[in-house]
């Protein structure tokens, strides 16, 4: 319930100031993170990898590659918006 709270804040956030962004990483289960690693049912999130179009989840370099864009190469365009991180899990 809180990530869809955060998701609709985002989206609909009225923006005050020239050159304000709102935007937010929203991504599921990073395997090289600690806390997947510590997990007890790693064949669990194996099988759920293996199930995604990409055939694997994400990598803490997914998350920091799309954070360098908004942060450095955007400019300010991306606002407003939630980036769901996937790989595909959770399209139809």
Do not use: W
């Not at 304000?20 to 064949?43: N, W």
């Amino acid at each position: 319930m809180a990530k869809v709270a955060l998701d609709a804040y985002v989206e609909g956030r009225r923006l005050s100031f020239p050159g304000q962004q709102v935007v937010a990483a929203s991504p599921t289960i990073i395997m090289d993170s600690g806390m997947t690693q510590r997990r007890h049912d790693l064949d669990r999130v194996a099988e759920r990898a293996s199930r995604t179009p990409k055939g694997r989840l994400l990598h803490s370099d997914d998350v920091s590659r799309l954070l360098h864009y908004v942060l450095y190469v955007d400019e300010g365009t991306l606002t407003n918006t939630v980036v769901h991180l996937n790989c595909g899990e959770f399209t139809r």
